[in-house]
């Protein structure tokens, strides 16, 4: 049985320990929020926080997560209650077909809880794992921006 924590909370996962982090939070523990792009680690949409660093869980097996803890997507906020950086992301416009936006999200977030410096260059240079094909960019980083100036 692998254990670990999601969103805060305590999980056991008792299938194949190969299994893809991605498919288990998908599959086993109902957090669609974490979309598959490629699903070869190159576009950065499934980004999830595994004891707070962003990783594509596209790559790593739910055995590597063991005792770790997982923060995905549904960790931010809800509907009712956006957090900084969703409610950066609205009000910017950073969003917009919504595959690469939770892997942004998730990226950003381990960015400013780290305090990375609040500026273009800083935001852009944390975000270069994560590929979007909506956009030109600049609306995500105004939207990481907004909400990093408010921490």
Known sequence: MIKLTVNGKKKSFGGAPFKR???TLREDFALTGTKEGCGEGECGACTVLLDGEPVNSCLIPVCQAEGCKVETVESLGTPE????LQAGFLAC??????????GMLMTAQAHIRTKGK????????ALSGNLC??????DIVKSVLKAAKGR
């Not at 273009?120 to 240079?125: E, G």
């Not at 094909?133 to 600049?138: D, E, W």
């Open 118 to 125: 609040c500026d273009d260059k800083s935001i852009r240079t």
């Open 81 to 84: 209650k956006l957090s900084k």
């Open 133 to 138: 094909r909506c956009t030109g960019y600049q």
């Open 93 to 102: 416009g950073g969003a917009q077909c919504g595959i690469c936006t939770p």
């Open 21 to 23: 982090l991605i498919d």
